[in-house]
């Protein structure tokens, strides 16, 4: 991997960073326009391309938060033209690391001691780098272990970082200013939670050991006493990401094995504890040969709040949804109408809405479903598109869907493209999550 | 009684009193030392003063020579775990250093504070370089590269100023500086770009 020769640092050089990329951007347009006056039949896609590209690289090179919206944008795939999707993916994997003198000086900073006086083997090469750490590989009595280091200085930038990709991501996602500033907030929060590497140890913790019943799953073991708040210690796990592992050709039993359990664990989490691990990038789970997953990285986890729960998955009831003025007043709740809407948007939206839950709620409604049902993820897909480019939609002034929804919805959408990419057929019914809040083992 | 025992009672005196000694004498009466004996070891406090800042680097040398992985290290990472040791070793001085803070404010020629210092690392820095020549992570230019050594200094002095005016919690931020800072400087003096740079400047003056 090369090593990042430098960083932009003061917000100055970070904005002159988006400046450059707007330019490129500006380029790419009027090369894409240049060259379709010589050939019409050029697409968009290319253009798109390009553009992905460039961005792609300005937000790998700031690192922290900007890359991690990234990684949020990344997860839309269908609110984003499929290029953009390809290349933000790639921020799910890997970006620079930073240097060893660095990494010495957090131990000795934070934990007092280097890490050659801790372990018996510590790998001076980052093995793989976090969006805003880096992992390190190292051995202490026999034991293989994983050694997450986050870079100085992250929390303090995540604020200033966010206010220079907002407007950038307005151009992106196609919305609003008022409607970013709820979602912005949400974003901030939980970005201000990951850089705190004592509440993920704590979380990583008690969340492994909460769902460590289920079937198929493998958590590390954390080591509280080589960890600070810039360094999580934990077990090395082996394992290949989604797509490598997709590459090994596993057998259709093997990927139902992985999807199933990956179901349970979000089912589990959502339901039963009411916090859930809400990153779910390929990057964050490492599959095994035998169809199990490891999973790690608790950095970001979405607390549902009660009447949020309720109101959210009232929508799968399908009863529920037979009532019209019911199902009004849970848009209400939800903020996905609102009261000072007139009556042709709420007949408007609500029909939106109606069609959208049908079409994200199927699997919830049957007892198997196939993720490897091309045309089911190409409808959604279409809807959403047809979605973005709704005139109405991209003129509404007001935010619709409540802030809690942002982290819960990407969850969701995490889940459902990687068990799309794994074409999983997976037991999905009622019933078996009703089993795993009781605490049974399912059949 | 030894000249560390005389720079601890100065940067005492210092603390406790907001401002230098006026004299010898006055410095002397807190360690109960004879003013003649004082002389054994430094001829004036100025004396005192420039140690103490040789002492920090002499200090912080020592240590990384003494360390198993800094000789396996290139001359980036030498200079970044110098960096990051140095200030974390005037760390265990903060006040004091903190009422340094005139040395960026008085005239150069007035800054002699360092000298000793900057002597101490000019040697540093230049047997830094030449280790960069060999292992090709420095390009050696004709003239431009006798002038390395400044800009180092310089770099230190900005990494000094970071830390002194720093706020943030655990000095996080003077680490990211230090890290920045350094990569910067040797992807200018390794890479091509300077070359392509001065090139085109050539270019530019040159007569038609």
Redesign the interface.
């Known amino acids: 991997m090369k090593e990042q020769s430098n960083i932009p640092t003061g917000k100055v050089e970070r904005a002159g960073k988006f400046v450059t990329t707007g330019l490129k951007v500006g380029t790419n347009y009027i090369k894409h326009y240049t060259r379709k006056l010589m050939d019409p039949s050029i697409s968009k896609e290319s253009l798109h391309q390009d553009n992905a590209a460039d961005i792609y690289n300005t937000l790998s090179n700031l690192k922290g938060s900007a890359l991690k919206v990234a990684q949020m944008l990344s997860m839309d795939k269908g609110m984003l033209p499929k290029a953009y999707a390809e290349k933000f993916a790639m921020s799910q994997y890997s970006a620079p690391p930073l240097s060893g003198p660095l990494v010495v000086n957090t131990f000795l900073k934070t934990l007092g001691k280097s890490p050659a006086q801790l372990f018996d083997k510590f790998d001076m090469h980052a093995s793989n780098a976090a969006s805003i750490g880096q992992v390190h590989r190292a051995e202490k009595n026999g034991k293989q272990l994983a050694v997450k280091i986050q870079y100085p200085g992250v929390a303090s930038s995540v604020k200033s970082d966010l206010r220079i990709v907002k407007p950038f991501a307005m151009r992106i996602v196609g919305m609003n200013e008022v409607d970013m500033d709820k979602y912005f907030e949400e974003i901030e929060t939980k970005l201000l939670e990951e850089t705190d590497y004592q509440l993920e140890l704590r979380r990583s913790m008690d969340l492994s050991a909460a769902c460590a019943h289920i079937p198929g799953l493998l958590f590390p073991g954390y080591y509280p006493e080589y960890s600070s708040e810039r360094i999580i210690t934990m077990d090395w796990l082996n394992g290949l990401h989604l797509k490598e592992f997709l590459q090994t050709k596993p057998s259709q039993e093997i990927r139902n094995k992985v999807g199933q359990a990956l179901w349970d664990f979000y089912q589990f989490q959502v339901h039963k504890l009411r916090q859930v691990h809400a990153d779910p990038h390929p990057g964050n789970f490492l599959m095994q040969p035998d169809g199990r997953v490891g999973i790690f990285d608790f950095g970001c986890v979405k607390v549902i709040p009660e009447d949020f729960y309720e109101n959210y998955f009232l929508l799968v009831d399908k009863e529920v949804l037979k009532d019209t003025a019911r199902r009004h007043q849970i848009y209400i709740n939800l903020e996905m109408l609102h009261p000072s809407d007139t009556p042709k948007e709420v007949a408007f939206f609500s029909e939106l809405f109606q069609h959208m839950i049908d079409l994200m709620t199927l699997p919830f409604t049957q007892e198997t479903f196939d993720f490897g049902n091309e045309s089911y993820f190409n409808e959604v897909y279409a809807y959403m598109d047809e979605l973005y480019n709704m005139k109405e939609i991209r003129e509404s002034k007001v935010a619709r869907g409540s802030s809690h929804s942002l982290y819960i919805n990407r969850t969701y959408f995490g889940l459902y493209s990687i068990l799309s990419d794994l074409q999983a057929n997976i037991i999905t019914g009622q019933h078996r999550i009703q089993q795993l809040v009781d605490g049974r083992q399912p059949e | 009684m030894d000249k560390q025992q005389i720079r601890n009672a100065y940067k005492m005196y210092l603390l406790e009193n907001g401002k230098e000694p006026v004299s010898v004498y006055m410095l002397c009466k807190t360690i109960d030392m004879p003013e003649s004996e004082f002389y054994g070891f430094y001829s004036s406090l100025e004396a005192v003063e420039r140690d103490i800042w040789l002492a920090v680097f002499e200090e912080t040398l020592q240590q990384l020579q003494a360390d198993?992985?800094y000789p396996q290290?290139n001359a980036?990472?030498k200079l970044?775990?110098f960096y990051?040791?140095w200030v974390?070793r005037l760390r265990e001085d903060r006040s004091y250093f903190l009422l340094q803070r005139d040395i960026f404010t008085v005239p150069l020629i007035y800054r002699n504070k360092l000298s000793a210092f900057k002597t101490a690392f000019y040697d540093y820095i230049s047997a830094l370089i030449k280790e960069g020549y060999a292992s090709t992570e420095i390009k050696e230019r004709k003239y431009i590269s006798d002038q390395y050594v400044h800009g180092f200094w310089v770099q230190a002095l900005f990494v000094l100023k970071y830390w002194l005016d720093d706020t943030?919690d655990?000095f996080?931020?003077t680490?990211?500086?230090?890290?920045?800072a350094?990569?910067?400087s040797?992807?200018l003096i390794g890479s091509n770009t300077l070359d392509s740079l001065l090139d085109f400047g050539k270019f530019i003056f040159m007569k038609k």
């Open positions: 198993e992985t290290y980036q990472e970044l775990s990051f040791l974390s943030s655990n996080e931020l680490d990211a500086a230090i890290e920045k350094v990569n910067l040797f992807q």
